[in-house]
C-alpha cells in the first residue's frame, strides 16, 4: 500500500509530525530568523551591476558648469516665495519661458478627511508649474522628468535654482531623444499625485484638478531634487515608495557609478561607503542599512516625491542633498553634473528600465540582496504555520482521547460547531470594520465630547476601538454559545491559520518587509496559542505581538538606527503621528498598508484572541 | 664633318628603333600561354559585402565598423556598383547623435566614415537574414534593382564583412533573428555550385567569430575572425562628447592595417593574419585557410581589397592571325573589338587584343586620344596608349561596348 494509505504508515508518520512539531516550529523560526540577519553579510551579498546595455557606462562627458548662477536663481526664488507667501508661479513660469521651455500651471485641490499637523486645514489648494523642453529632432513619444518641490520656509530653493539652470543647460544640447520635463510641485506628494493623475488621465485618490494642456510622451524615468544648502557634503539616495515599491535597481546602480565617476560621497540611508564590509563593523553597518529599509519599505509610505511615480510604472528615485560637518565639501556645479549625466545616460534608454531587480534589499549602495535570496527567509516562517495546520488537521482527523462512540462524538459538535466558529469570525471582521471606518466619521463627535483636535480624535479613537475590541469577542462568545468544545477551538485556529497563511503570503509577495515584519510577531502567536496556555502571561504576550505594539516598537528601533534615539513619551508622540498619517496616506494617495492592517490583520489577531479565551 | 660622324651611329639608333617597332608578328599558340601568364590569380572582378546586423544607438561601433571597410575598399579600387552595404540602423541621423550626419571611427573625431558618397544598398529593417542570404545566392525577385543585388560571376573574388554581436554558431541580426554558421556554410555552397565566386574571403568582427567559419566546406574560401570561440571580441575607444563607443579593435588595427595599402601595393594574406595580435586586441583572432587553394603567401590584399586592374605595358606586337572583317563605315569613330576576342574567352570576359600592324604614321603620331581610322581591308586597331599593345584584363563584357 502506499505510503499515505496505509494506517499504520500513516499513524508512524502522524505520530512523528506530532512528536516533532513544536521542535520543528522552533527551528524553522530560529533559522528564518538567522536567513534574514545572514542576507546582509558580505560574501552572501551580490555586487551591483549595471544591467541595462543601453546605459552602458558613465562614458559622458559632462560639460555643466554653471552652478554659481544656479545659485542666483535660488536667492531670487527664495526671495519671490517670502514675497508671495507660498509658490511665486507667475515669477516662475517666465523663468521657465525665459529659458526656452514650454510653460504650463495645473492648480489642484483636496479636502483632507481630517486635518494632519502640517496643514491645519481641510482644503489644500495649490498649483504645479512645469516646463517641457523638447527634443529638437525626435518625436514626442517618450519623457523623462525632473522636480523639486515648492516647500514653505527656507528648504529646497537650491533645488529649484539647480532645476532652473539645468534647464537651460540642456536647452542648449541637441543630442536629447526625449523630451524633459522640469517640473516644480507644491505641497509636496499632494501636488505631485494632482500632476501624475493629470498626466495620465487618471483620478483615483478623489483629487480635483486642472487638466493638463501641455504633455510629454510617456515617462521613461524621473528624478526628484531636494537640496537645501550651496554646498553639500553628501547625497542620499531616497528608493523606497508607495506600498513599499521600488524603482528598478538599474536606476540606484546608475546613480552610483555616476558618483563613483565624479567623486562626490554617496549615502544611503545616510550610511556612508566603506572599504570592510566583511569585517564585524561593516556587518554591523550593513544590517543597519538593511534594517532600515525594510522599516522603511514596510510603512508603505512614499519617502520622497518620487514614490508615487512607481505606481505607474515609471522608475523613479530621490536625491537629497545633506549638508553634514565633513571636509570635504561639493558645489552644486559637480551636483549639476552628476544629473547631467544621468539624464545623458537616460537619453539612451530605447525601453523602460526592466533589466535588473524590481525586488532588493540594499544593505549598501554596492551590494544587494535580490528577491530570490530574500523570500526564503519568509518562506520558512510560513513553514510554521503550514506545520500547524498539519498537526491541527491530524488532531482533527483522529478521534479524541477517551471516546469510543466517534461516530455520535463527530456528529454532535458539528452543529453548534459551525456556529461556535462563524460568530468569531464575523464579530472579528466588523471590530475590523469599525477600525477602518468609524475614527475619521466619528471624529466631529469626538470633537464635540472631548477636548481635543481633530487629529488626535481620529488617532484615538482608532486605539480605543483597537482596544475595545479585545474585550469584545470575549463576552459575546460566552453569551452565545456556553463553553466551547475542543474540537470547536481547533477548527477555529485551522481557519485562523489558513487566513494568516494566505494573507502574509500574499502581502509578503506584494511587499516583502510588511509581510516579515507581520510574520515575525504574528506567526509565534498563531503557532502556540491554545485554550490551554496559561492566560495572563499568555495574554500579555499577545498584546505584546500584537500589530499595534509591532509598530510602536518598530518606532523605536528606527529611530535607534537613525542613531536618534527617543525618550518613551516621544515615541508615543510619534506612534500617534504615524497612525494617523497611515491614514491620511490611505486616503490622499490609495496606500494599503492601514486598510490592510485594519480590515485583514486585526481581525486575524483577534481570532487568536478569541482562541485564548475560548474556555 | 662633325654632323656626318653622328650621322653614322643615328642612322643605327634609328635602324635598331625601326627594327624594334616592326617586330615579328608572334603566332597565335603562344598568346595563351602568355595571357595565361596574366591570369594567373583566376579572378577578373572584386565585389565586396559588407554587412552591420546591429541597430540600437549603443551600437554604434557596428555600423563604424562597416563604413570603414567600406571606406577602404572603395579607396581601393572597388566602384559603388560592386558593393553592397547593408546598414541596420542609421546612427548619423540618430536623435542622439550630438554631431548629426556624421560617424566617427576614432575619437576626438579625426576621421568621419559616413562622409558624403556612402551608398547603403540595404538599410535598417532590410538587413534580415533572409535578404543576406538572397544577396548571396542571388535568388531575389525581379523587381530588385541592380544596385542590391551581388551580380557576380565564376571569375570574381568577393570579401564579405560581418559585424555585430555573436555567439558560439549564430550571428544575431536585428535584435530578432539569427543567422547559423551551418546556413552561412550552405549558402557559400550554393554560391560555388552556381559558379558564383572565384575566391571568396570571409572576415567577420564579432564576439565567438571562428565559430561561424568552422563549418565551411566549400572550396576557395579564406576566414578570418576577430575571436575564437569562448573569447570575446572588445570594443576600442569610447567617446565622452559621443557617448558610446566608436570602433572594435579588430577592425580598428585593421583599419590602420588597410590605410597603409595602395592600389600597387604587394601585401600579402599573411601580414593581414598578423593584424591585432592578442596584445592590442585582447582576443586571439583567428583564421581558416584549408579550403583556400593558393598559398596565403601568394594572394595579395588587393585580389579581395581592392578592383586592381592588371596592367602590363609590353613593347611586343602580338600578330593574331585569321581576322574576321566587322566594319562600321556609318560610325567609323566607334570602337569596335575585333573577333580575336573569342579565342581568348576561355580566359574571361576580358582582353581586347589589338591588332599589331599600325603604320608607322598613325602609332607614332597618335596620342592616346584619338582614335583609331578604319583601314581598308585591314583589321580595326584597338589601340589604348601611345606605343604598342595593351593587354587590359579585369574589365567585364559590359564595358568593353563604350
Known amino acids: ?615 | 664633318m662633325a654632323t656626318c660622324s653622328c650621322c653614322f651611329p643615328l642612322m643605327m639608333i634609328t635602324l635598331f628603333l625601326y627594327i624594334l617597332l616592326y617586330l615579328q608578328p608572334v603566332p597565335c599558340s603562344n598568346v595563351e600561354t602568355k595571357a595565361s601568364q596574366l591570369f594567373s590569380s583566376g579572378h577578373t572582378n572584386n565585389w565586396a559585402v559588407l554587412v552591420c546586423t546591429s541597430r540600437f544607438w549603443f551600437n554604434y561601433r557596428h555600423v563604424a565598423n562597416t563604413l570603414s571597410v567600406y571606406r577602404s575598399v572603395k579607396r581601393l579600387g572597388i566602384p559603388d556598383s560592386h558593393i553592397v552595404l547593408m546598414l541596420a540602423d542609421d546612427m548619423a541621423c540618430n536623435h542622439r547623435n550630438p554631431k548629426p550626419a556624421t560617424v566617427f571611427s576614432h575619437k576626438n573625431m579625426e576621421l568621419n566614415v559616413y562622409g558624403d558618397d556612402v551608398e547603403v544598398d540595404y538599410r535598417g529593417y532590410e538587413v534580415t537574414v533572409e535578404n543576406f542570404l538572397r544577396v548571396l545566392t542571388g535568388r531575389l525577385p525581379p523587381s530588385t534593382p541592380r544596385s542590391k543585388r551581388l551580380l557576380s560571376d565564376d571569375r570574381s573574388n568577393i570579401l564579405i564583412y560581418l559585424t555585430g554581436h555573436g555567439g558560439n554558431g549564430f550571428l544575431k541580426f536585428q535584435d530578432s533573428e539569427e543567422i547559423s554558421n551551418v546556413e552561412l556554410a550552405d549558402a557559400f555552397e550554393q554560391m560555388w555550385q552556381k559558379r558564383r565566386y572565384n575566391e571568396l574571403l570571409f572576415i567577420i568582427d564579432t564576439c565567438q567569430g571562428a565559430s561561424m567559419y568552422e563549418r565551411f566546406y566549400s572550396p576557395n574560401l579564406m576566414a578570418l575572425a576577430s575571436s575564437q570561440v569562448g573569447e570575446d571580441s572588445l570594443s576600442h575607444q569610447p567617446d565622452l562628447a559621443i557617448g558610446v563607443h566608436l570602433m572594435d579593435r579588430y577592425t580598428f588595427y585593421l583599419l590602420e592595417f588597410l590605410e597603409d595599402i595602395h592600389p600597387a601595393s604587394q601585401t600579402t594574406m599573411n601580414d593581414l593574419f598578423k593584424v591585432c595580435p592578442k596584445s592590442q586586441c585582447a582576443s586571439t583572432p583567428g583564421h581558416r585557410t584549408d579550403l583556400f587553394q593558393r598559398d596565403p603567401g601568394s594572394v595579395l590584399i588587393t585580389d579581395f581589397f581592392g578592383s586592381v586592374r592588371k596592367v602590363e605595358i609590353t613593347k611586343e606586337t602580338v600578330n593574331l592571325t585569321t581576322p574576321i572583317v566587322y566594319e562600321d563605315h556609318e560610325n567609323p569613330n566607334r570602337r569596335i573589338g575585333t573577333p580575336q576576342m573569342a579565342s581568348f574567352w576561355a580566359f574571361g570576359p576580358s582582353s581586347c587584343l589589338c591588332s599589331s600592324r599600325p603604320t608607322a604614321s598613325n602609332t607614332s603620331s597618335t596620342s592616346s586620344k584619338t582614335l583609331p581610322q578604319a583601314l581598308p581591308g585591314g583589321p580595326k586597331p584597338l589601340v589604348v596608349g601611345e606605343k604598342g599593345i595593351c593587354h587590359i584584363t579585369g574589365m567585364t563584357p559590359f564595358h568593353l561596348l563604350l
Not at chain 1, 540594499?362 to 516562517?381: E, H, T
Not at chain 1, 505581538?545 to 529611530?559: D, E, M, N, R
Open chain 1, 1 to 615: 500500500m502506499g505510503l499515505l494509505s496505509d494506517p499504520n504508515r500513516r499513524r508512524a508518520l502522524t505520530n512523528l509530525l506530532t512528536r516533532l512539531n513544536t521542535p520543528l516550529c522552533i527551528v524553522c523560526y530560529l533559522a528564518g530568523v538567522a536567513w534574514f540577519m545572514g542576507l546582509a553579510f558580505e560574501p552572501f551579498t551580490l555586487r551591483t551591476y549595471m544591467s541595462e546595455n543601453a546605459m552602458g557606462s558613465t562614458m559622458v562627458e559632462e560639460r555643466f558648469l554653471a552652478g554659481e548662477r544656479a545659485l542666483v536663481t535660488a536667492r531670487e526664488f527664495a526671495a519671490q516665495k517670502k514675497k508671495m507667501g507660498g509658490m511665486p508661479v507667475d515669477w516662475l513660469v517666465k523663468a521657465m519661458q525665459a529659458r526656452g521651455l514650454e510653460v504650463f500651471t495645473q492648480s489642484f485641490s483636496r479636502t483632507l478627511p481630517f486635518p494632519d499637523e502640517n496643514k491645519e486645514r481641510y482644503m489644500v489648494h495649490g498649483t504645479n508649474v512645469y516646463g517641457i523642453l523638447r527634443a529638437p529632432r525626435a518625436p514626442r513619444t517618450e519623457a523623462l522628468v525632473l522636480s523639486a518641490p515648492c516647500t514653505p520656509g527656507s528648504s529646497n530653493n537650491q533645488a529649484v535654482g539647480l532645476l532652473l539652470g539645468l534647464a537651460q543647460y540642456f536647452r542648449g544640447q541637441m543630442y536629447w531623444a526625449k523630451d524633459i520635463i522640469f517640473l516644480v510641485n507644491e505641497h509636496d506628494l499632494i501636488g505631485m499625485q494632482a500632476w501624475l493623475e493629470g498626466y495620465h488621465h487618471t483620478n483615483t485618490t478623489g483629487m480635483s484638478w486642472t487638466p493638463l494642456e501641455g504633455r510629454g510622451g510617456s515617462i521613461q524615468a524621473a528624478l526628484s531634487l531636494e537640496l537645501s544648502s550651496d554646498i553639500i557634503t553628501s547625497l542620499d539616495l531616497v528608493l523606497e515608495g508607495l506600498n513599499g515599491q521600488l524603482p528598478n535597481l538599474d536606476l540606484a546602480n546608475l546613480f552610483y557609478a555616476f558618483c563613483q565617476k565624479i567623486g562626490v560621497l554617496c549615502t544611503i540611508q545616510g550610511k556612508l561607503q566603506r572599504n570592510d564590509w566583511d569585517s564585524a563593523a561593516g556587518y554591523s553597518q550593513a544590517v543597519q542599512t538593511m534594517l532600515l529599509m525594510v522599516l522603511k519599505q514596510a510603512s508603505g509610505r512614499p519617502w520622497g516625491d518620487h514614490g508615487l511615480f512607481l505606481r505607474y510604472h515609471i522608475e523613479a528615485a530621490s536625491i537629497r542633498g545633506i549638508n553634514s560637518f565633513r571636509q570635504y565639501k561639493t558645489d552644486l556645479t559637480t551636483v549639476g553634473k552628476l544629473l547631467e549625466g544621468m539624464f545623458r545616460k537616460l537619453n539612451n534608454l530605447l525601453e523602460r528600465l526592466h533589466q535588473s531587480y524590481f525586488f532588493y534589499l540594499l544593505p549598501s549602495l554596492s551590494r544587494f540582496v535580490s528577491i530570490g535570496y530574500y523570500m526564503p527567509a519568509f518562506g520558512l516562517l510560513a513553514a510554521i504555520l503550514l506545520l500547524r495546520a498539519l498537526d491541527l488537521w491530524v488532531q482533527l482527523g483522529s478521534p479524541a482521547p477517551g471516546t469510543e462512540d466517534g461516530l455520535v462524538d463527530g456528529e454532535q459538535p458539528f452543529g453548534p460547531g459551525v456556529l461556535s466558529v462563524l460568530t468569531p469570525l464575523i464579530i472579528s471582521h466588523l471590530t475590523g470594520v469599525a477600525l477602518y471606518t468609524l475614527p475619521i466619521m466619528a471624529q466631529q463627535t469626538a470633537v464635540e465630547h472631548f477636548p481635543v483636535s481633530e487629529t488626535e480624535a481620529v488617532v484615538l479613537t482608532a486605539i480605543a476601538i483597537y482596544t475595545a475590541g479585545l474585550a469584545l469577542p470575549h463576552n459575546t462568545h460566552r453569551v452565545l454559545s456556553g463553553e466551547g468544545t475542543e474540537e470547536g477551538w481547533r477548527v477555529l485556529k485551522l481557519i485562523a491559520i489558513f487566513y494568516m497563511a494566505v494573507l502574509l503570503g500574499c502581502t509578503a509577495l506584494i511587499n516583502f518587509s510588511l509581510g516579515f515584519i507581520l510574520a515575525l510577531t504574528l506567526v509565534p502567536v498563531a503557532a502556540f496559542i491554545t485554550p490551554h496556555v496559561p492566560r495572563v502571561l499568555s495574554a500579555l504576550v499577545m498584546v505584546l505581538l500584537s500589530p499595534g505594539s509591532t509598530l510602536l516598537f518598530s518606532i523605536f528601533v528606527y529611530q535607534e538606527l537613525q542613531e536618534a534615539p527617543i525618550t518613551l513619551l516621544e515615541g508615543w508622540n510619534l506612534f500617534l503621528s504615524v497612525i494617523s498619517q497611515g491614514i491620511l496616506d490611505h486616503n490622499l494617495y490609495g496606500s494599503l498598508v492601514y486598510p490592510l492592517i485594519s480590515l485583514l490583520v486585526y481581525p486575524c489577531w483577534l481570532l487568536l484572541w478569541n482562541i485564548l479565551f475560548w474556555k
